[in-house]
């Protein structure tokens, strides 16, 4: 099963690419639905039908799906499998992926050239699947590589049509930035295959390279820096904003939903079991800077005026908090990462799109030439986008809570070989960080959704919440919904974590 | 049609409130756990419990909500379904923290009821000041409740349990014990606005008005003294928690009734009045004894129905006259014409008011004094904190009596002085009051607002004697004095026509000028700065290796000549230089 959703897309897109360019837009985007929505109920699939399975840790193993040799000469295996921690990861990936396609049977970026872009979205969703199941570590980094190839021409050939310069600058520095962390994260894996004399992560997992000092330090260091471009960490971010708000809404979208998860599964799945004494030595430096980042990223938000650019912000404090669960060590820090990601990526997703549905209507997304008063313009959408700032500056009983709440709990709690006041410090900074989250997030809402109607004109075109809107939108709400006032669906499935 | 839907379920929904409780009256106190997960040793879910309080507070929501809902059926025009559809999700999350048993779960409710209030808050969202007032109330709350979500941290780590019912405190060293309260208590201060986060209650006040009173009256603030008297185990284990407790409250109580008596408009002077009065339960609370405990939650009952009773009543003087300020209102008084074209209102107003200033027979004069003796009680065993809430609380009182018989003059009757007092209220322009408003269409409001008016009013007298009557007659007597002590100055203030208002008084002592220049103002430098440093500090190192790679691409570029005779020269050079290498590193 694992192999067919990881293969499908590929193969979907290759024949999207091999057919004659007459097809037209509508026809490719059904296409990219049918198959994004085969992947997503195979993905759903995997999801375990009994409870008690594989959890990380070195007592039980993933399920295997396959495990073959790949380059015999340099011992790099085939071997994909799947446990708790990924399997959401997946199924969030195909659900997004799905919507994007079916956002697109109806709303397309203006350069057009849909057929490419689906193809496109499909290679990036075998690429982060890829990444998601492999058990190798060359085959993660190659997953890695895959994805981000697309993700460049996404941005530069269908970003933002007003600033083909800008979109082109945002595109290279993505990758640049991108692909240098990937090789010092390569580098890493060499030195990790050089102390342990195999790259399989399975045997990693069950017997880590042990030792905080020396080579496996240097190795966690590259590993961590190179993911932490991805994440992004504080302070490599600088990439983020601008891709963000030049991609086009569905790139936009994956890019938060999905791809800045690669970097925090890389720690949780590589970092933390592989190189555990290492971790716990960079691990207050970890959380130092996802601190920073928490408070940095709410800060610049404040003082956004696009509102492309302020969710892209936002993306930087929310991740910083996935960064502290991690550096936490604990089960309830390693928990809320993992479960932040899950939510980060359903509320963002509904941002961005929110975000490029307002983009769409005014033509630009800087906030003074929309004006104020969307409660009157287009009241479906202005509700919308408040319900959603307010699940992502985390009110509890929406999903964004959860996440944050453990990572607090993981800060106050560490692993008991962390220093205790250390992150205490932590915890208190990143908890006005909320503060500082709502912040923005009320004052996005008071500049965009408030203001007198009088003197905020409606626009000419400006149609309210269109029904393949609503349709696209409506699992990541109620997903939302339903993590929030149900968080044990997914905590349950990292029991013995 | 969706509004008509809202509107039924909104009041539906209140009802079946009401049904909840009375079904769980006299029930056994049970607790019921669901939806936990397991992480790490720790259990997080969700539980509920039934007993007293819960039905108690379920019983009060119940009628406030019906009321409020009611209410708005002939008060509200504007966006009636998104109103009444948050207005029933505000009573839902009052529900939840009633009857939660799992600190989370508490919490969810705690900070929806936080949401709920910033939308309702901001109905009237093209208004600047309710716009302004509800981010304050949402931003001032959330920041408190950081405090209360570390709280809950360390007190459930303490007792490695989130169940309510099963926190011993004895089984929590003191040291965790003090702080996992004191944090909770940032929580409690900041939702029921005390000092030193009082200044969101007061900018609350451009939201309608029926959202106030049931802010006011049954959830919001009401919140943090059920959650004191829910936790009180705990908390009176921790003497420190106490008498932080007790000196926030007796701070409070007689600053809110300061700002109440210079407030020039009918709202904002009860938003302060609601601020003192919660700082009078909480220092019953903060006595640590059952009959504290009592009290406080027999002042919460009492209050709730004559403080909704005046946010409705002064909702219905907004509504007909088109503003509450006491400039407006003083306008209409020639004749006695407000107080017979509104007839119904001024005379449950007059109820209210009276309840509130603790008049011998209304409620509030009898959960006052329930207040006053347990206070008492304490003070005659040698404590302290008993003294200091003793004369806080009198002191309160005869305040309280003030700042009711102002209003309650300024709002309805003329005053004998040569030409109305001539510019007390009018600030610039004195003779503004001079001409006369047209009050020929100044009629009262329908029957829908009237009648849980006139059921509040029965109420803020009932509920006086539904705990039975046992009165001790000296403290009857001496809190009757307090209240003419305070009453009298306001009638002969109004009777000269002046209304003098220290200027500290009017800026209410200068916490909101000092709040926007300690943490606004650098907050917004702040984040200029990190936007600076980001496009000028970090862009600038990636920009500067973007164009080291370009430079060096194109020194590099410059060395392919193509002439072979360099290459050559080159390559010797290399080898000399590598060979020379080789011979030091060998020897």
Redesign the interface.
Known sequence: MLLAILVLPLLAAGALWSVPAVIGDRLAAAYGSVISGLVLVGSVLLWPQNGGWFAYGPQDEPRTEIDVAWIPSLGVRFHLGVDSISVPLIVLTALLTFLCCLYSLKITPRIGRTRSLIALLLVIETGVIGTFSALDLVLFFVCFEIVLIPMWLVIDIWGDHHDPAGRKRAAN?FV??TVFGSALMLLGFLLVQRVAGTLDIVELTSSPVRGGHGIPLVAALLIAVGLAVKVPLW?LH??L?DAHAKAPTVGSVLLAGVLLKLGTYGMIRILVPVLPDATATIAPYLGAFSTVAIV?GS??????TDVKRLIAYSSVGHMGFIGLGISTL???GL?GALFANIAHGLITGLLFFLAGAIKDRHDTSDLRTIGR?L?ARLPRIA?LL?FAC?ASLG???LAG?WGE??V??GA??PAPWLPRTTFLVF??IA??G???T??YF??LV?NL?????AENPPAAFAVDLSRIELVTWAPLITLTVLLG????LL??QW?AL | MIATVWRVAGVGFSLLILLFAALLYGATPDQYAF??????D?T??FAVRTDDLTVLLLAVVGVIATCVQVYSLGYLHQRPA?YHALVALFTAAMVTVVISDSL?FL??G???MG?CS??LI?HY??RRDA?SGA?KA??MT??AD?GF??GI??LG?GAHTFRISEIDPARISPGVLTTGTLLLLVGVVGKSAQVPLQTWLPDAMPGPSPVSALIHAATMVAAGVFLIARLYTVFSASETTLTVLAIVACVTMLFAALCASAAIEVKRVLAWSTVSQLAIMFSALSLGTADGRHAALFHLVTHAAFKGLLFLCAGVLLHQVGSAALVVLRRYTRRGKSRKALQVTFLTMTVGLAALAGVPGFAGFFSKDTVIEAAWEQAHDGSAVGWVVLLSVCLTAALTAFYCVRLWLWTFFRTPALAGGIGAFEDGDAAADLDEPDSSKLRDAPWVMLAPLVLLAVAAIALGYADGVHLNWVIGLISTALVLLGALPAYSLWRRGADPRPLLLEREFGADPAYHGLVVVP??W??????A??RDV??AY?RAV?RTGTLASQGFRRMQTGNVQTYLTAAVIGVVALAVLAGVIGS
Request: net charge positive; with cysteine.
């Open positions: 520095t640049l930035m302070p600088i990439w904003p940095a800060l610049a938000c404040l003082a956004q604990s089960p309830a928990r008063a409660y509700a408040t307010l009110l509890p009983g809570f709440m453990l607090l709990l106050y709690h915890m208190v908890g006005l909320t503060v500082l709502a912040a009320l004052r008071r959704c408030q203001g007198d109607p006032v149900w968080p044990g905590l349950q029991g | 939806m936990n997960s397991q992480v790490g720790l997080i879910g998104s989370f919490l969810i705690w900070e929806v949401a910033y939308l901001g969202w093209e716009r981010v949402f931003l959330r920041f950081v979500l570390f941290f360390v780590l907050v917004r702040l984040a200029k700065l990190t936007v440093g980001d970090i862009g990636v973007g």
